[in-house]
């Protein structure tokens, strides 16, 4: 996906995205035919209104039939009070079938993202994210619900306004007309012009926010560095920029909305002159010279308004171009469509030779082999950026890798249901993550169906109920946006008793107590040896003191193992492991 | 918000001096040039466009009525041999083209005037989020705050834009038009005002209807938004719990909600324009009415019922947008109020007057120079601290570390030692007690200096999605290439970066690389070692580091920065060994110092951790 995508605008009608769109809308094809058909009649109504005008006039004032006027000023409420009848239950209907479509396309497109990989979420940032799910399908709605209709129905006015002009007097109508040729170039002018304002407006306001957003973030790093003058010189560039392209877009905006009005006292004019002249001698109705000079002055809204919703248009086909390319985005690890159904998972696993990049140019993992029995542990060792955490991410299939096979139970994983092998399981990260909730949400994740005792089980067995006790609200204490007010330890604790609850076959811990105090680490190991007992792990750990409790050690070099074996046989072989140990225990 | 109080972790505000429409005058006032010649323009604009109506009916009147006389006004006879229709025609033509220049002129001033103070009013309340203190942002969504400079914002320059247009053009555009009118026939204007008042009084009952439907739906999709947010940023563990069923379970229901909620304002809205078209379409059938009987019976001309109407409908608009734009005023108002909101949280963390008064502008020199005399030597004086002013984090810290000294802090999670070494930038102020900093107050000394002799590494840093160049320069300046040479060297990060594809100018964060939490951490160090700091705070920052990186980042640390302090926040015996004090802290308590030989001869929590360090290193070794 382009990087800078947030910032292109799309062209303002594209019939392949269209499609799409109607796709969407065909559950609800009744409705919208229903109220199209409302729209005719709806736009029929209103233009029937200068010509009763012209009736009364023409038939009853100069006539002087009182009782003529009576009956035409009913008829004219009448016409009214279905008019505002009919374009309610249009707008309702229109409303709510709009509402249904977004709601079938924000579903549609959150299901997808949820099937989308880490590598996709690495490289599409969350603040875009947002923006597909909710504005673009925001713009769409308005694009659905205000846009499409009523461009329709401005484009059926334009039409009728002409029809009935023409029917009354073609002469005058086709003089009239010729306003229309400026009016059509001085509008292509405006549009062209408020297009690119309205594009680089967008731009830079997508910039503007991004940085304000990553200030708030980044808050405290921005106080403490100093650097609150200098980023705020750099914020106040952009939001000039903003004020420049806004004061231009302004520009053209009171410059072309005035000028209409010329054209418009010109078409006037000419009604008067030429029309006036004819009535005069008798070949015009003057009703039909009132009834002209209303038509007109109702032709010029619907091209004003055509003209700023084509901004709008255009920027809800770039949405609509953002949302189904989303939606496009193939599942980098799609689920197989005849998974091999397990009854119970083991817990054996096996790499065989497995290559692996994220780019898929350098290779992080070069031919990886091991294999480990059920309930057998393995702690992985090796220095940052040696590959440790890439291979616990394939063995949840959170990547695929690019050669070998990975097994489990025998089976390769790629021919699993990935969400089965997921729930085998549990795995407790570096960087713990907490949603907004409170501790037992972040626990047992909404689970209901794990009862509360497992969760405070789960705590206990990691020491994080010592902490959580003495919260005000214990289990119930509110957690904020990403866990902002405990401490990296807690975080970590929190989401290893996260893992332990869900009970999981396999146990994959990846520096899961890097930020814990030694004596709670301790007991946490001690409580290790019970975790791993009956469930395959895999730890990746600094401090070696772990692997007292591991069946075996692999060391990984630059994406490949180095050593592998017992803490005793590798000490023996005096190699990479060795030479860590003795770094660690002081010789 | 409803309530007249805000709070931040146990802090409250009284919102009661907030006066989001005096502060809106603040900001307009300075623009009241534009405010004049715009509502000038206005004037002038709609005096001339009551005149094509009037020539209109002029030349109707002749039409109907051939052989009269032609009168320009009333008063004034216009006989020339030119035909009337042609003057009419002129006429208009001639006086639209003069209220076009005027409509450019008020239309670029007044609407000109809400650009400027989005302008102002966004710069204001990011230079006002730059004062403000940890706790706001830890207690506050991102997305709340954005919002307020997004939607709230939009909310408040419509307010200004179509408010001040909409108020300024229908005050002028009714008294015009019913003066007009009345002069034409003032029975029939009285007749007509009676729906037009109807009119203004029901719009303005919906407008308020319109308001809280559309709150409440705002609410939702800020929900919506929350939970998405949320969401993406977690996505490894719902995919690691297979969460992902449930998750779209629970986006549907707030989406169902969000759809209840438009439903239910679309009843109300939905019957907002087609009730103004049926209200209009009313007072034009009643004028029809009358008027046409008023024809009927010779007391009105034709050319004067139709000009009556072209006023009338010059001023349905301007009347129901007084209606209307009451919606936009209960908008805008209530978005300035939630702008204020923030704006009036004060900033707990700033200068004293008294510092900053008499003191030249504190440039980078002057700091430069400042910071030279400092040496770094480090005092906490019976420091208590709360979060919340209820429940004490630390209480009762006495402590020194002497200049180009180090002291370790070690104790369990939650203790309150990355509290302790947040109050020395002053990223939060103690509750109550002193820190000292070669014997001056930090309360004493301004913010800029302090921070400047600090460099400090998060236990969980912020990178910003820039190079990672840029991120290590971040808070310095005249930095040289040699410099960012050497701080990657001593952050064991040169090698790493000669293997990514752009170096130092690779891009980091969400359009860039990710890097391992290592790296991340190295990268925080070099950005805090490169201002080279009096006074260097490690937080945990060595957590994801290998040992044998750690060792040698400490080793580099250690022979680099000789003189300066050092306060390290460690789990690991072998890195908090070797400091010149050692403080244990406990429950927000410091319960023992020393140096490690010392400590460990004692019975408490060092000897504890020590022994059980120990004993582990001791199984490594046995086994």
């Given at each position: 996906?382009?990087?800078?995508?947030?910032?292109?605008?799309?062209?303002?009608?594209?019939?392949?995205?269209?499609?799409?769109?109607?796709?969407?809308?065909?559950?609800?094809?009744?409705?919208?035919?229903?109220?199209?058909?409302?729209?005719?009649?709806?736009?029929?109504?209103?233009?029937?209104?200068?010509?009763?005008?012209?009736?009364?006039?023409?038939?009853?004032?100069?006539?002087?039939?009182?009782?003529?006027?009576?009956?035409?000023?009913?008829?004219?409420?009448?016409?009214?009070?279905?008019?505002?009848?009919?374009?309610?239950?249009?707008?309702?209907?229109?409303?709510?079938?709009?509402?249904?479509?977004?709601?079938?396309?924000?579903?549609?497109?959150?299901?997808?993202?949820?099937?989308?990989?880490?590598?996709?979420?690495?490289?599409?940032?969350?603040?875009?994210?947002?923006?597909?799910?909710?504005?673009?399908?925001?713009?769409?709605?308005?694009?659905?619900?205000?846009?499409?209709?009523?461009?329709?129905?401005?484009?059926?006015?334009?039409?009728?306004?002409?029809?009935?002009?023409?029917?009354?007097?073609?002469?005058?109508?086709?003089?009239?007309?010729?306003?229309?040729?400026?009016?059509?170039?001085?509008?292509?002018?405006?549009?062209?012009?408020?297009?690119?304002?309205?594009?680089?407006?967008?731009?830079?306001?997508?910039?503007?926010?991004?940085?304000m957003?990553?200030?708030i973030?980044?808050?405290?790093?921005?106080?403490?560095?100093?650097?609150?003058?200098?980023?705020f010189?750099?914020f106040?560039?952009?939001n000039?920029?903003?004020?420049?392209?806004?004061?231009?877009?302004?520009?053209?905006?009171?410059?072309?909305?005035?000028?209409?009005?010329?054209?418009?006292?010109?078409?006037?004019?000419?009604?008067?002159?030429?029309?006036?002249?004819?009535?005069?001698?008798?070949?015009?109705?003057?009703?039909?010279?009132?009834?002209?000079?209303?038509?007109?002055?109702?032709?010029?809204?619907?091209?004003?308004?055509?003209?700023?919703?084509?901004?709008?248009?255009?920027?809800?086909?770039?949405?609509?171009?953002?949302?189904?390319?989303?939606?496009?985005?193939?599942?980098?690890?799609?689920?197989?469509?005849?998974?091999?159904?397990?009854?119970?998972?083991?817990?054996?696993?096996?790499?065989?030779?497995?290559?692996?990049?994220?780019?898929?140019?350098?290779?992080?993992?070069?031919?990886?082999?091991?294999?480990?029995?059920?309930?057998?542990?393995?702690?992985?060792?090796?220095?940052?950026?040696?590959?440790?955490?890439?291979?616990?991410?394939?063995?949840?299939?959170?990547?695929?890798?690019?050669?070998?096979?990975?097994?489990?139970?025998?089976?390769?994983?790629?021919?699993?249901?990935?969400?089965?092998?997921?729930?085998?399981?549990?795995?407790?990260?570096?960087?713990?993550?907490?949603?907004?909730?409170?501790?037992?949400?972040?626990?047992?994740?909404?689970?209901?169906?794990?009862?509360?005792?497992?969760?405070?089980?789960?705590?206990?067995?990691?020491?994080?109920?010592?902490?959580?006790?003495?919260?005000?609200?214990?289990?119930?204490?509110?957690?904020?946006?990403?866990?902002?007010?405990?401490?990296?330890?807690?975080?970590?604790?929190?989401?290893?008793?996260?893992?332990?609850?869900?009970?999981?076959?396999?146990?994959?811990?990846?520096?899961?107590?890097?930020?814990?105090?030694?004596?709670?680490?301790?007991?946490?190991?001690?409580?290790?040896?019970?975790?791993?007992?009956?469930?395959?792990?895999?730890?990746?750990?600094?401090?070696?003191?772990?692997?007292?409790?591991?069946?075996?050690?692999?060391?990984?070099?630059?994406?490949?193992?180095?050593?592998?074996?017992?803490?005793?046989?590798?000490?023996?072989?005096?190699?990479?492991?060795?030479?860590?140990?003795?770094?660690?225990?002081?010789? | 918000?409803?309530?007249?109080?805000?709070?931040?972790?146990?802090?409250?505000?009284?919102?009661?001096?907030?006066?989001?429409?005096?502060?809106?005058?603040?900001?307009?006032?300075?623009?009241?040039?534009?405010?004049?010649?715009?509502?000038?323009?206005?004037?002038?604009?709609?005096?001339?466009?009551?005149?094509?109506?009037?020539?209109?009916?002029?030349?109707?009147?002749?039409?109907?009525?051939?052989?009269?006389?032609?009168?320009?006004?009333?008063?004034?006879?216009?006989?020339?041999?030119?035909?009337?229709?042609?003057?009419?025609?002129?006429?208009?033509?001639?006086?639209?083209?003069?209220?076009?220049?005027?409509?450019?002129?008020?239309?670029?001033?007044?609407?000109?005037?809400?650009?400027?103070?989005e302008y102002d009013l966004r710069n204001d309340y990011f230079r006002h989020l730059q004062k403000l203190?940890?706790?706001?942002?830890?207690?506050?969504?991102?997305?709340?705050i954005m919002?307020r400079s997004t939607?709230d914002l939009?909310?408040v320059?419509?307010?200004?834009?179509?408010?001040?247009?909409?108020?300024?053009?229908?005050?002028?555009?009714?008294?015009?038009?019913?003066?007009?009118?009345?002069?034409?026939?003032?029975?029939?204007?009285?007749?007509?005002?009676?729906?037009?008042?109807?009119?203004?009084?029901?719009?303005?009952?919906?407008?308020?209807?319109?308001?809280?439907?559309?709150?409440?739906?705002?609410?939702?999709?800020?929900?919506?938004?929350?939970?998405?947010?949320?969401?993406?940023?977690?996505?490894?563990?719902?995919?690691?719990?297979?969460?992902?069923?449930?998750?779209?379970?629970?986006?549907?229901?707030?989406?169902?909600?969000?759809?209840?909620?438009?439903?239910?304002?679309?009843?109300?809205?939905?019957?907002?324009?087609?009730?103004?078209?049926?209200?209009?379409?009313?007072?034009?059938?009643?004028?029809?009415?009358?008027?046409?009987?008023?024809?009927?019976?010779?007391?009105?001309?034709?050319?004067?019922?139709?000009?009556?109407?072209?006023?009338?409908?010059?001023?349905?608009?301007?009347?129901?947008?007084?209606?209307?734009?009451?919606?936009?005023?209960?908008?805008?108002?209530?978005?300035m109020?939630r702008i204020e909101e923030f704006m009036?949280?004060?900033?707990?963390?700033?200068?004293?007057?008294?510092?900053?008064?008499?003191?030249?502008?504190?440039?980078?020199?002057?700091?430069?120079?400042?910071?030279?005399?400092?040496?770094?030597?480090?005092?906490?004086?019976?420091?208590?601290?709360?979060?919340?002013?209820?429940?004490?984090?630390?209480?009762?810290?006495?402590?020194?570390?002497?200049?180009?000294?180090?002291?370790?802090?070690?104790?369990?999670?939650?203790?309150?030692?990355?509290?302790?070494?947040?109050?020395?930038?002053?990223?939060?102020?103690?509750?109550?007690?002193?820190?000292?900093?070669?014997?001056?107050?930090?309360?004493?000394?301004?913010?800029?200096?302090?921070?400047?002799?600090?460099?400090?590494?998060?236990?969980?840093?912020?990178?910003?999605?820039?190079?990672?160049?840029?991120?290590?320069?971040?808070?310095?300046?005249?930095?040289?290439?040699?410099?960012?040479?050497?701080?990657?060297?001593?952050?064991?990060?040169?090698?790493?970066?000669?293997?990514?594809?752009?170096?130092?100018?690779?891009?980091?964060?969400?359009?860039?690389?990710?890097?391992?939490?290592?790296?991340?951490?190295?990268?925080?160090?070099?950005?805090?070692?490169?201002?080279?700091?009096?006074?260097?705070?490690?937080?945990?920052?060595?957590?994801?580091?290998?040992?044998?990186?750690?060792?040698?980042?400490?080793?580099?640390?250690?022979?680099?920065?000789?003189?300066?302090?050092?306060?390290?926040?460690?789990?690991?015996?072998?890195?908090?060994?070797?400091?010149?004090?050692?403080?244990?802290?406990?429950?927000?308590?410091?319960?023992?110092?020393?140096?490690?030989?010392?400590?460990?001869?004692?019975?408490?929590?060092?000897?504890?951790?020590?022994?059980?360090?120990?004993?582990?290193?001791?199984?490594?070794?046995?086994?």
């Amino acid at each position: 996906m382009n990087l800078r995508e947030d910032e292109i605008l799309g062209k303002p009608y594209d019939l392949r995205l269209m499609k799409r769109f109607m796709a969407y809308c065909r559950p609800y094809i009744k409705q919208i035919a229903a109220s199209v058909l409302l729209l005719i009649v709806i736009s029929m109504l209103q233009l029937s209104g200068p010509y009763l005008v012209k009736v009364a006039i023409d038939s009853y004032i100069l006539k002087g039939n009182r009782t003529g006027l009576n009956l035409i000023v009913t008829a004219y409420l009448i016409v009214l009070f279905f008019t505002f009848i009919l374009e309610y239950m249009k707008d309702y209907i229109m409303q709510l079938s709009g509402q249904k479509i977004m709601f079938d396309i924000r579903a549609d497109l959150f299901a997808h993202l949820q099937k989308m990989s880490l590598s996709f979420f690495n490289h599409n940032p969350t603040g875009r994210i947002v923006t597909r799910v909710v504005d673009d399908v925001e713009t769409l709605n308005e694009l659905f619900a205000e846009q499409i209709v009523e461009t329709v129905s401005d484009m059926l006015t334009l039409i009728s306004i002409v029809i009935v002009l023409l029917l009354l007097d073609w002469r005058l109508a086709s003089l009239t007309f010729i306003v229309i040729i400026p009016l059509l170039y001085a509008t292509r002018l405006y549009r062209d012009r408020a297009r690119k304002a309205y594009r680089n407006m967008r731009a830079n306001l997508a910039r503007l926010n991004s940085y304000m957003q990553e200030n708030i973030v980044g808050m405290g790093t921005v106080q403490v560095f100093n650097r609150s003058e200098e980023n705020f010189k750099r914020f106040d560039t952009i939001n000039k920029t903003n004020w420049h392209q806004q004061l231009k877009s302004l520009t053209y905006y009171a410059i072309y909305f005035p000028v209409i009005e010329i054209f418009l006292a010109v078409a006037i004019g000419i009604i008067i002159w030429y029309g006036g002249g004819e009535a005069i001698k008798g070949a015009v109705q003057l009703g039909v010279l009132v009834a002209f000079i209303q038509y007109v002055q109702r032709f010029f809204q619907p091209i004003k308004d055509l003209s700023q919703k084509y901004n709008v248009l255009q920027s809800a086909m770039a949405s609509s171009e953002r949302i189904f390319n989303l939606m496009d985005t193939p599942e980098d690890i799609p689920n197989p469509p005849d998974p091999v159904v397990l009854e119970e998972v083991k817990g054996e696993i096996e790499f065989r030779d497995v290559w692996f990049s994220y780019n898929s140019e350098d290779p992080v993992l070069k031919g990886i082999n091991f294999h480990l029995k059920p309930g057998e542990s393995v702690a992985i060792v090796g220095a940052t950026g040696a590959g440790k955490t890439s291979i616990i991410n394939l063995i949840g299939r959170f990547y695929d890798i690019q050669k070998g096979r990975i097994l489990i139970d025998g089976i390769d994983i790629r021919s699993m249901d990935k969400f089965y092998l997921r729930k085998q399981i549990g795995m407790v990260l570096q960087d713990a993550f907490l949603f907004a909730g409170d501790i037992e949400d972040n626990i047992r994740l909404r689970e209901s169906r794990i009862p509360l005792e497992k969760v405070y089980e789960a705590a206990r067995y990691v020491n994080a109920d010592i902490f959580i006790e003495k919260l005000p609200k214990g289990y119930n204490e509110d957690v904020q946006e990403r866990g902002s007010t405990l401490s990296l330890g807690q975080k970590q604790l929190i989401s290893f008793a996260r893992a332990l609850v869900f009970n999981p076959k396999i146990l994959i811990l990846d520096e899961a107590t890097s930020s814990v105090d030694t004596e709670t680490e301790l007991l946490i190991r001690d409580a290790l040896g019970k975790l791993i007992k009956g469930r395959t792990s895999i730890i990746i750990a600094h401090r070696l003191s772990t692997v007292r409790y591991v069946d075996k050690i692999i060391v990984i070099d630059k994406g490949e193992i180095a050593e592998m074996g017992s803490h005793d046989e590798l000490l023996r072989q005096k190699g990479i492991y060795h030479d860590l140990h003795q770094l660690q225990v002081g010789k | 918000m409803n309530t007249s109080m805000i709070s931040f972790h146990g802090r409250t505000w009284s919102l009661d001096h907030i006066s989001p429409l005096r502060n809106l005058f603040q900001y307009i006032q300075k623009y009241r040039y534009e405010l004049i010649s715009g509502t000038f323009a206005v004037i002038i604009s709609n005096i001339f466009g009551l005149l094509p109506p009037w020539f209109i009916k002029l030349a109707i009147d002749h039409i109907g009525n051939p052989g009269s006389e032609f009168r320009l006004t009333p008063y004034l006879p216009f006989q020339t041999g030119t035909n009337p229709l042609v003057i009419c025609s002129v006429l208009i033509i001639a006086v639209v083209g003069v209220q076009t220049v005027f409509r450019y002129i008020w239309r670029r001033h007044l609407l000109g005037i809400s650009r400027n103070l989005e302008y102002d009013l966004r710069n204001d309340y990011f230079r006002h989020l730059q004062k403000l203190h940890q706790g706001f942002f830890q207690h506050t969504r991102t997305g709340d705050i954005m919002s307020r400079s997004t939607n709230d914002l939009q909310a408040v320059t419509e307010l200004v834009g179509v408010g001040l247009v909409t108020i300024v053009d229908s005050a002028i555009m009714i008294s015009a038009c019913l003066i007009m009118m009345t002069l034409i026939n003032a029975r029939l204007t009285v007749a007509s005002l009676v729906p037009m008042i109807v009119v203004s009084f029901i719009v303005m009952r919906f407008s308020g209807k319109i308001k809280l439907g559309f709150e409440s739906i705002q609410e939702q999709v800020s929900a919506v938004s929350s939970m998405v947010q949320e969401n993406a940023a977690g996505i490894r563990v719902i995919q690691a719990y297979a969460q992902e069923d449930n998750e779209l379970h629970r986006f549907k229901k707030l989406n169902q909600e969000l759809i209840r909620k438009r439903l239910s304002l679309t009843k109300v809205s939905a019957l907002f324009f087609p009730f103004m078209a049926f209200a209009t379409g009313a007072t034009t059938a009643l004028i029809l009415w009358l008027g046409g009987k008023e024809v009927i019976l010779g007391h009105l001309t034709l050319g004067s019922y139709v000009a009556f109407n072209g006023y009338l409908a010059m001023l349905i608009w301007p009347i129901a947008a007084v209606g209307y734009v009451v919606t936009f005023f209960q908008r805008g108002i209530a978005s300035m109020q939630r702008i204020e909101e923030f704006m009036v949280v004060k900033p707990e963390i700033y200068d004293r007057p008294e510092i900053v008064k008499g003191q030249p502008q504190l440039s980078y020199e002057y700091i430069a120079g400042m910071k030279e005399k400092f040496k770094g030597k480090i005092e906490f004086r019976s420091l208590s601290f709360s979060y919340d002013g209820t429940k004490s984090t630390l209480s009762g810290i006495d402590l020194m570390v002497r200049e180009g000294c180090s002291l370790s802090l070690v104790g369990p999670v939650g203790s309150g030692k990355s509290t302790l070494v947040r109050l020395i930038p002053r990223i939060y102020d103690p509750s109550d007690g002193l820190i000292l900093i070669d014997g001056t107050d930090i309360k004493k000394m301004p913010v800029i200096l302090l921070r400047e002799l600090i460099g400090y590494v998060d236990q969980e840093p912020f990178l910003f999605s820039d190079t990672i160049k840029e991120n290590i320069v971040f808070g310095a300046a005249n930095i040289s290439e040699d410099d960012i040479d050497r701080v990657t060297v001593i952050a064991g990060l040169d090698r790493e970066m000669e293997v990514l594809p752009q170096g130092l100018n690779t891009v980091i964060g969400e359009r860039g690389v990710t890097l391992s939490g290592g790296q991340k951490q190295r990268i925080a160090l070099a950005r805090a070692i490169i201002k080279k700091p009096k006074i260097l705070i490690l937080d945990d920052a060595f957590s994801h580091l290998d040992a044998s990186t750690e060792e040698r980042v400490c080793a580099n640390i250690k022979s680099v920065f000789k003189h300066s302090t050092i306060i390290l926040i460690s789990h690991r015996i072998s890195t908090i060994k070797q400091a010149d004090t050692i403080a244990i802290m406990e429950d927000g308590r410091i319960t023992e110092t020393g140096l490690h030989d010392e400590l460990i001869l004692r019975s408490g929590l060092y000897n504890r951790i020590y022994k059980k360090q120990l004993f582990l290193e001791n199984e490594i070794i046995e086994e």
